[in-house]
């Protein structure tokens, strides 16, 4: 996929704009609202000390596990539903042009690249894997709204604070990471993969369909959830387990670690993939020492106290 130069600094000014978006939320949520201690020290005890027999214990849980099964029947639902808008998707050119396998290969492999299917009813059920994938992507929103309306009752009101300002910063940085993905991690990956050693006369590839859609849909997903990075030590350092001296302190471990992690995901063994991940994971680390530092600071008692400004 070529890209010109305008193309490019939009790409990146967009995917920086995604990227630095949770520390502008954070900056507003620690500069607006201000954390809570529990009202005059009070203390959460479990209800499982006011029952006296297995029984009491059973019925307790029995509605919980009434509404548990209800949100869980709603987001598989939510995920059919998608599904089979996703079918529509996967096989309908009206939305992008193309069925979504041959939008993948136009945009992402090298030119000339041709999927073949071998096994019986492989095409048929990579197409159906697909419509799964865009069917639970669709459905997300909806599933994750089922499963914090199931456990937000049970949070505290510093907890909810956490929840509400986690899940969109989760979200946009998936997408961020996908985004990243589509324009240069897997265009780079594939065009190593499928051009090692290829004369286009004696020696030429023909991927499975099987095999490349599951080397996209592996790309996309690991450059989502490395983005995920920010929000992860972030969250981490509002429960209190590190803190943004910490990581500063442990840079260079960090470094080797990352190094060696990109290097065990990565589908190529060419240094240039690898520091296509290496590079975009050790700046979210950067990134996420910046956001730690936005933490309010804990006082002797373990309660969450506004840091000074200065």
């Given at each position: 996929?070529?890209?010109?130069?305008?193309?490019?600094?939009?790409?990146?000014?967009?995917?920086?704009?995604?990227?630095?978006?949770?520390?502008?939320?954070?900056?507003?949520?620690r500069?607006?609202?201000?954390?809570?201690?529990?009202?005059?020290?009070?203390?959460?005890?479990?209800?499982?000390?006011?029952?006296t027999?297995?029984?009491?214990?059973?019925?307790?849980?029995?509605?919980?596990?009434?509404?548990?099964?209800?949100?869980?029947?709603?987001?598989?639902?939510?995920?059919?539903?998608?599904?089979?808008?996703?079918f529509?998707?996967?096989?309908?050119?009206?939305?992008?042009?193309?069925?979504?396998?041959?939008?993948?290969?136009?945009?992402?492999?090298?030119?000339?690249?041709?999927?073949?299917?071998?096994?019986?009813?492989?095409?048929?059920?990579?197409?159906?894997?697909?419509?799964?994938?865009?069917?639970?992507?669709?459905?997300?929103?909806?599933?994750?709204?089922?499963?914090?309306?199931?456990?937000?009752?049970?949070?505290?009101?510093?907890?909810?604070?956490?929840?509400?300002?986690?899940l969109?910063?989760?979200?946009?940085?998936?997408?961020?990471g996908?985004?990243?993905?589509w324009?240069?991690?897997?265009?780079?990956?594939?065009?190593?993969?499928?051009?090692?050693?290829?004369?286009?006369?004696?020696i030429?590839?023909?991927?499975r369909?099987?095999?490349?859609?599951?080397?996209?849909?592996?790309?996309l997903?690991?450059?989502?959830?490395?983005?995920?990075?920010?929000?992860?030590?972030?969250i981490?350092a509002?429960?209190?387990?590190?803190?943004?001296?910490?990581?500063a302190?442990?840079?260079?471990?960090?470094?080797?670690i990352?190094?060696?992690?990109?290097?065990?995901?990565?589908?190529?063994?060419?240094?240039?993939?690898?520091?296509?991940?290496?590079?975009p994971?050790?700046?979210?680390?950067?990134?996420?020492?910046?956001?730690?530092?936005?933490?309010?600071?804990?006082?002797?008692?373990?309660?969450?106290?506004?840091?000074?400004?200065?």
């Amino acid at each position: 996929m070529e890209l010109t130069t305008t193309q490019l600094i939009v790409i990146v000014s967009v995917l920086t704009f995604l990227i630095l978006l949770p520390l502008v939320v954070i900056v507003l949520v620690r500069l607006f609202i201000k954390d809570e201690a529990p009202a005059n020290g009070e203390e959460v005890v479990s209800s499982l000390t006011e029952f006296t027999s297995l029984g009491d214990v059973w019925r307790a849980f029995v509605p919980h596990l009434v509404e548990l099964r209800d949100r869980m029947i709603k987001a598989l639902i939510a995920i059919a539903i998608g599904t089979i808008i996703g079918f529509w998707i996967v096989n309908s050119p009206m939305l992008l042009g193309d069925p979504l396998p041959v939008f993948l290969v136009r945009h992402l492999a090298p030119p000339g690249t041709q999927l073949q299917g071998i096994d019986t009813g492989e095409v048929f059920f990579a197409y159906m894997r697909m419509a799964l994938v865009v069917g639970i992507t669709l459905a997300m929103p909806f599933v994750l709204y089922q499963i914090v309306a199931f456990f937000l009752p049970g949070l505290l009101p510093h907890e909810k604070r956490i929840l509400f300002i986690a899940l969109p910063i989760v979200t946009e940085l998936f997408i961020a990471g996908v985004a990243f993905g589509w324009f240069f991690t897997v265009p780079a990956a594939l065009g190593f993969l499928l051009g090692f050693g290829v004369d286009g006369t004696t020696i030429v590839t023909q991927p499975r369909v099987d095999s490349f859609i599951g080397t996209v849909a592996t790309l996309l997903l690991w450059n989502g959830l490395i983005f995920q990075l920010p929000a992860v030590v972030y969250i981490l350092a509002r429960l209190g387990v590190v803190t943004a001296a910490r990581l500063a302190a442990t840079r260079r471990y960090a470094a080797v670690i990352i190094f060696i992690i990109a290097a065990l995901i990565t589908p190529t063994g060419d240094p240039y993939n690898l520091l296509l991940l290496a590079i975009p994971m050790y700046l979210l680390y950067e990134l996420g020492i910046i956001l730690a530092r936005f933490v309010p600071k804990r006082n002797n008692e373990g309660q969450m106290t506004a840091a000074s400004t200065g």
